[in-house]
């Protein structure tokens, strides 16, 4: 029997009803590249294809060899000829992402600092029925430019010397010459009836403009939350948890004494780190949450940092699951991003419901989130830029600490193991999923076709090993082979970095008391119409 596969695109590509191109607007190191590409990254995450285009690496490909300032004087005729050709070169490209390639938004990342070079996009757009928004980066301190320049400008490859004085010299001059013709969006008058928002002093304050929809709002939203001040994002586990040792998956199991280790050895690692107002994250399952107790310091409890939800296969072990749920097994190795366990949620709904998370993260300063596997992967999808199929590979260690620090245009990253001992909970991806010839096809689960079985029991999240309820399978087990292939983390503008930490285990704590049994009336209905 043939099987059709069923494939969606990503549940927000549904928020865009048009292609949308976002122009950003201003003279040289404001941040525009910097928040090009941070707001690409944001977009990829969520599910809307997104991709840059910068002017910069048009011209530097027509000009080979870049001289001096003179280049950007406006009154060099053959130069103004090659940038506007450059910018008709990127805008036939913009037109092939979105037309041809799937694409949903373009960014293009250029000074746009005349109304000629406006309305010439404005132009184009309106000739391929395309939205336009956009994004003008205004700042009048000068410390903030000089940092930006050092920063960045100095390793660009319009300066291979990377001579600091000269660079400085250089580039202040270049800013000089687009000063002369730069025209600010007007939104009195002459640009009234455009959307747009002007981001003023790295975001001090803001100036919003028509916004037309969804996506234009949620743009807005995620400008108004990211910073640029110096902070560290530091990520890891619970400790191992019983669960982790017999191998099953979800639940709201302890911590085993190894877990409790590790729980005091990240407390003198936190202390290491002489932190100032550090905030801690936890999810408000029990794991977690003894984590964090060990720390000895104010924590936060997020349910939306809880596991993702395996539904009528929580608290099975992979094994009990291939066994019960041969289809869903295979199911799940087919397409691990978009699959929903019956009853629960794919890593698809959990990166929807992880998105007020990013967003507190891009406004803080330090933050210790104490997580789960799946919600680490996801977070750290974000940070480095990781696409939706190797999202759900990502190795997330137990007992390892990976430390994000934001740089100009990517993430350090800095990984410490705490050196306690823990299970592998880490799934390789099957062979099968990465071979040439095409995968059987399968009707598959996801966020837009929930249903692939007939064993739909939705179950309430179960907090004992003893609870969880059996249920017939009802499909064919479908075999895929094995193999050691997973996603690691890679350097893409991303340095990575691993420590080990050597700490004495301390003596295994006392056992924490079982909270309040946590059943709800509506959870005892559930369970006894599922039974």
């Known amino acids: 029997m043939s099987v059709r596969l069923c494939v969606f695109p990503a549940w927000a590509s549904y928020m865009t009803n048009s292609p949308t191109v976002i122009v950003m607007i201003g003279l040289p190191a404001r941040g525009k590249t910097y928040m090009s590409k941070k707001l690409t990254r944001y977009l990829n995450w969520i599910g809307v294809p997104t991709k840059v285009f910068n002017l910069g690496v048009y011209r530097r490909d027509a000009v080979k060899a870049y001289k001096s300032y003179d280049f950007f004087r406006h009154d060099n005729e053959e130069a103004m000829k090659i940038r506007k050709q450059c910018a ?38 309106k000739e391929n029925a395309y939205k336009v928004f956009f994004v003008e980066s205004v700042c009048d301190d000068p410390d903030v430019i000089a940092a930006n320049i050092l920063e960045v400008k100095v390793s660009s490859p319009d300066y291979p010397e990377r001579h600091r004085e000269r660079v400085m010299d250089d ?28 981001v003023i002093n790295v975001g001090r304050r803001f100036l919003v403009n028509r916004v037309q929809d969804y996506i234009q709002s949620k743009i807005v939203y995620y400008l108004m939350n990211i910073h640029v ?60 949450i003894q984590t964090a107790e060990e720390l000895g310091v104010p ?45 629960g949620e794919s890593y698809q709904d959990l990166v929807q419901r992880l998105e007020p998370v990013i967003m507190e993260l891009e406004r803080q300063g330090n933050v210790l989130v104490i997580c789960h596997q799946a919600v680490m992967r996801c977070l750290l ?34 990984m410490f193991y705490l050196n306690v001992e823990a299970v592998n909970t880490h799934r390789d991806r099957p062979i099968g999923q990465i071979r040439k010839d095409p995968a059987p096809l399968l009707l598959r689960r996801n966020s837009y076709t929930p249903l692939a ?79």
């Open 299 to 343: 924590y936060e409890q997020w349910k939306i940092l809880n596991e993702i939800d395996a539904g009528v296969c929580e608290e099975m072990t992979y094994e009990m699951i291939q066994d019960s749920y041969p289809e869903e097994f295979a199911l799940r190795d087919q397409d691990k991003y978009h699959y929903r366990y019956p009853g």
């Open 381 to 414: 999808a974000y940070f480095l830029d990781k696409s939706a199929d190797d999202l759900p590979y990502l190795k997330c260690p137990l007992h390892t600490v990976l430390k994000l620090t934001p740089v100009a245009y990517g993430c350090k990253v800095e």
């Open 88 to 125: 008709l070169v990127a805008l036939q490209d913009v037109k092939s992402y979105l037309n041809e390639e799937g694409g949903q938004i373009a960014v293009f990342d250029a000074t746009n600092t005349t109304r000629e070079r406006r309305d010439l996009i404005l132009s184009f757009a």
């Open 171 to 198: 580039f202040l001059k270049r800013i000089e010459c687009y000063e002369v013709t730069y025209q600010p969006l007007d939104p009195d008058e002459y640009d009234k009836d455009l959307s747009f928002i002007k």
């Open 229 to 288: 001040h110096s902070r560290s994002i530091y990520l890891c586990r619970h400790g191992e948890s019983d669960h982790n040792m017999q191998g099953r998956i979800g639940g709201d199991a302890e911590l085993s004494a190894r877990g409790k280790q590790f729980a005091h050895a990240l407390q003198e690692f936190i202390g290491e780190q002489k932190l100032s107002d550090l905030k801690v994250w936890t999810s408000q399952l029990r794991r977690t």
């Open 453 to 531: 079985s007939h064993d739909q029991v939705k179950r309430p999240r179960l907090y004992s090993a003893g609870n969880w309820l059996p249920l017939a399978p009802s499909l064919k087990a479908l075999q895929f082979p094995e193999g050691p292939e997973g996603a690691v983390l890679q350097q893409s503008q991303v340095s990575v970095s691993t420590v080990s930490i050597n700490h004495q285990s301390p003596p295994t704590p006392p056992q924490v008391t079982n909270p309040a049994d946590p059943w709800s009336l509506t959870d005892l209905l559930i369970c006894v119409r599922s039974i």
